[in-house]
């Protein structure tokens, strides 16, 4: 299933958006790197001191979900625990941890058992 979706950062930049992609951010070189996942928008994005993770529900029942973010140097790091999410809502949470390179935000969504994960940042 393809995605598409209209992001936009107020007065700085808008891109569009098919899964997997990338999309700018700011113009202070923030990168966002998105994955399409069912009913939603799965991403991460590095900002100088650590990686913000955003999922956004376009659609279906509201579930329960966790964030976690996962980098290939083999850190993971949880967040403050499971949070509710329904349709048309954007849920973030900002992983301080400095400069870690490459990673990625997993959700993991207890109402089917199935974890789910966005690109890699671009460290």
């Known amino acids: 299933m393809n995605l598409s979706k209209k992001l936009a950062t107020i007065g700085l ?3 569009l ?3 997997g992609m ?5 113009s202070a070189s923030a990168v966002q790197k998105c994955q399409s996942i069912p009913n939603g928008l799965l991403c991460v994005e590095h900002i100088n001191n650590g990686y913000n993770a955003s999922y956004t529900k376009s ?3 509201t579930i329960k979900a966790d964030f976690n973010l996962r ?3 083999g850190s993971r790091f949880g967040d403050n625990g499971a949070f509710y999410v329904s349709a048309g809502e ?3 949470y900002f992983f301080a941890v400095g400069d870690l390179g490459d990673c990625r935000t997993e959700m993991y969504v207890y109402d ?4 789910y994960y966005s690109a890699y940042s671009v460290g």
């Open 59 to 61: 659609g279906g029942a």
């Open 13 to 15: 930049s808008t891109a």
């Open 112 to 115: 089917n058992n199935t974890w």
């Open 17 to 19: 958006l098919v899964g």
């Open 22 to 26: 990338t999309v700018m951010a700011s």
């Open 71 to 73: 980098c290939k140097i």
């Open 90 to 92: 954007r849920r973030t």
